[in-house]
């Protein structure tokens, strides 16, 4: 390859990179983790800012036929507990969301994640 083209790759690669998406913003080091299995695991039907996530479509808006959205949590305020019976159980309707689609210390670090900065309006 010569170099311009390594260059020009580079360059495309840098810019690609950099326009996906917003970095997760959280105050402090121990919410990282919470905010990064959520981004991960749940940001395809939920939107929170704070974890760079914008996976809820608009009101009744569907994907590719297939009806993805979950609640908002930038407006949607939950508690901890909540959380843990949505991801053990599917969510409170169990149509739509997987159960268990994280377990153990991850669903307890995405639980306290969202009881802290869910409901915030960001």
């Given at each position: 390859?010569?170099r311009r083209a390594?260059?020009?790759?580079?360059?495309?690669?840098a810019?690609?990179?950099?326009?996906?998406?917003?970095?997760i913003?959280v105050?402090?080091?121990s919410d990282?983790?919470?905010?990064?299995l959520?981004?991960?695991r749940?940001s395809?039907?939920?939107?929170?800012g704070?974890?760079?996530?914008?996976?809820?479509?608009?009101?009744?808006?569907?994907?590719g036929?297939?009806?993805t959205n979950?609640p908002?949590?930038?407006?949607?305020?939950v508690?901890?507990?909540?959380v843990?019976?949505?991801i053990?159980?599917?969510?409170?309707?169990?149509a739509i969301m997987p159960?268990?689609?994280?377990?153990?210390?991850?669903?307890?670090?995405?639980?306290d994640?969202?009881e802290?900065?869910?409901?915030?309006?960001?």
């Amino acid at each position: 390859m010569s170099r311009r083209a390594l260059a020009a790759a580079l360059v495309l690669g840098a810019l690609v990179s950099g326009c996906q998406k917003e970095e997760i913003d959280v105050e402090s080091a121990s919410d990282e983790r919470g905010a990064q299995l959520f981004n991960e695991r749940c940001s395809g039907c939920h939107t929170l800012g704070v974890a760079s996530s914008q996976g809820s479509k608009a009101e009744g808006e569907v994907s590719g036929g297939e009806r993805t959205n979950g609640p908002s949590f930038d407006t949607r305020r939950v508690n901890a507990d909540d959380v843990l019976f949505a991801i053990r159980n599917g969510g409170f309707s169990g149509a739509i969301m997987p159960a268990n689609i994280v377990v153990g210390d991850d669903a307890q670090a995405v639980a306290d994640f969202l009881e802290k900065y869910s409901g915030n309006g960001d």
